[in-house]
């Protein structure tokens, strides 16, 4: 394992606000730490920086304890919310000042600035300066600041969240783009699911302090650990049900999953885990919601209310009867 933590726990006086962490990021791979607002995320990875002291608990780099590395020893590159360049400077004295930190010769700036600035898509860009860049171009000079140094770890935290939606998508891609093909060892904090995502190799789950669950995006996704975990993946209601021959018969109707072990289960239900169809379980919209891709409903079942999902197309309003058939694909097995 390149980064190894153990048992981290960081109290701000008494409160604990990271307890007993554990996680390993192997070389090349992109570990995404999600979580609510205040689960800990951004204190985790600021006492894996060192700019946190922890109380207990150990964070090694290939075996080695870093515990006497002081922070701008220990080779990680840090891009923040807000990226934080100097105001006052342009572009490529920004890069520069990461190369100049870790003692690359001056003769060779210029070129490792244009090396950075096309790899971060900003060709070009050398003498701009830093207040007439867009939000989403001075989070890519951050990113090109950081990576200068060529750190054996990249830390980023909400690297995109002062970014407005569509930008922030791109962004993701590009960037999930840039750490695969240059095989960058990251730590990624977000609370938005898509972006953790669209970047990372693996996910832990954090909730107030605690990791909750570690591994592989999709076996997150589809196996979350208990309720909790499933609704902060955007699970909104739960059915029990009973899986024989790898279909599962639910009071909602059946559905055909492939990996569920027989006998009980708990189904999560994302909303379009329930769509609308000609035949299927009878009820009642309560409310619909127009989206992008889709029109959001509530429907009352019976004593129950479940979310679900229609076509762009279907002109439902509340008070319409409609039929509702499970879809695996917005289905989560919980436990
Ligand atoms: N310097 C501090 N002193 C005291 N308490 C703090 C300090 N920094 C954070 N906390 C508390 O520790 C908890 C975890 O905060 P942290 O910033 O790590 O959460 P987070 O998951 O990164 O949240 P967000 O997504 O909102 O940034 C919160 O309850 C927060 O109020």
């Known amino acids: 394992m390149a980064l190894s933590v153990r048992d981290l726990t960081v109290h701000y006086g008494s409160f604990a606000a990271v307890r007993g962490a554990r996680l390993d990021i192997a070389d090349g791979e992109v570990l995404a730490l999600l979580g609510p607002s205040g689960s800990g995320k951004s204190t985790l990875l600021r006492a894996i920086t060192g700019l946190e002291p922890s109380t207990s608990g150990s964070v090694r780099w290939d075996g080695a304890d870093l515990a006497p590395v002081p922070v701008h020893r220990r080779g990680f590159g840090l891009v923040f919310q807000d990226g934080q360049l100097f105001p006052h400077r342009d572009v490529a004295a920004n890069i520069t000042f990461g190369l100049r930190m870790h003692g690359v010769p001056r003769r060779e700036h210029a070129a490792r600035v244009k090396a950075l600035l096309d790899l971060v898509g900003l060709t070009g860009f050398e003498r701009r300066r830093v207040t007439e860049l867009s939000g989403g171009q001075a989070q890519r000079v951050a990113l090109a600041r950081a990576l200068a140094p060529e750190p054996r770890l990249l830390l980023l935290d909400e690297p995109l969240s002062?970014?407005?939606?569509?930008?922030?998508?791109?962004?993701?891609?590009?960037?999930?783009?840039?750490?695969?093909?240059?095989?960058?060892?990251?730590?990624?904090?977000?609370?938005?699911?898509?972006?953790?995502?669209?970047?990372?190799?693996?996910?832990?789950?954090?909730?107030?302090?605690?990791?909750?669950?570690?591994?592989?995006?999709?076996?997150?996704?589809?196996?979350?650990?208990?309720?909790?975990?499933?609704?902060?993946?955007?699970?909104?209601?739960?059915?029990?049900?009973?899986a024989a021959g790898g279909l599962v018969r639910t009071p909602l109707g059946d559905v055909v999953l492939a990996a569920v072990t027989e006998g009980p289960v708990r189904l999560g239900l994302r909303p379009h885990a329930l769509r609308v169809n000609e035949n299927g379980l009878a009820g009642e919209v309560r409310a619909a919601v127009h989206r992008r891709e889709h029109v959001r409903l509530v429907v009352s079942v019976g004593e129950s209310t479940v979310d679900a999902v229609a076509p762009v197309t279907a002109d439902l309003r509340a008070g319409d009867p409609v039929r509702l058939t499970l879809d695996p694909d917005g289905i989560a097995v919980v436990g």
Do not use: C, M, Y
């Open 162 to 242: 002062g970014l407005d939606a569509g930008l922030r998508e791109q962004l993701a891609i590009d960037l999930a783009e840039l750490l695969r093909r240059n095989k960058i060892t990251a730590l990624l904090v977000t609370h938005d699911q898509e972006e953790a995502f669209t970047l990372a190799d693996r996910v832990a789950v954090l909730d107030a302090g605690k990791i909750r669950q570690e591994g592989a995006v999709r076996s997150v996704w589809q196996q979350p650990v208990d309720d909790g975990v499933a609704r902060f993946l955007g699970v909104t209601s739960f059915v029990d049900g009973v």
